[in-house]
Nanobody
Framework: QVQLVESGGGLVQAGGSLRLSCAAS????????MAWYRQAPGKQRDWVAK???????NYVDSVKGRFTISRDNAKNTVYLQMNSLKPEDTAVYYC?????WGQGTQVTVSS
């Protein structure tokens, strides 16, 4: 079953930008903090950003100042705006809400 659906991934040159979207059910969105994780080839899945139901945000140090997580309560959607992308940002990005995970969307940043 599909509870979280990511979109917006793609191929971008270093220094470019992408905006990822994650659509959730109203129940999931209104009762859970939302987060983004990423997993590069051969690496573990790592936490990237989090936003609480009240709008408080946190980021892993490597993306601070470049990525912004936000949520649109009316649309039950969380976003990850990614600017100044680097090749090391290349990974499959996953939306997360508690135990729930999206299918992932590929982000590839070329040198």
């Amino acid at each position: 079953q599909v509870q979280l659906v990511e979109s917006g991934g793609g191929l971008v040159q270093a220094g470019g930008s992408l905006r990822l979207s994650c659509a959730a059910s109203g129940t999931i969105f209104s009762t859970n903090a939302m987060a983004w994780y990423r997993q590069a080839p051969g690496k573990q899945r790592d936490w990237v950003a989090k936003i609480t139901t009240s709008g408080t945000t946190n980021y892993v140090d490597s993306v601070k100042g470049r990525f912004t997580i936000s949520r649109d309560n009316a649309k039950n959607t969380v976003y990850l705006q990614m600017n100044s992308l680097k090749p090391e940002d290349t990974a499959v990005y996953y939306c997360n809400a508690g135990w729930r995970w999206g299918q992932g969307t590929q982000v590839t940043v070329s040198s």
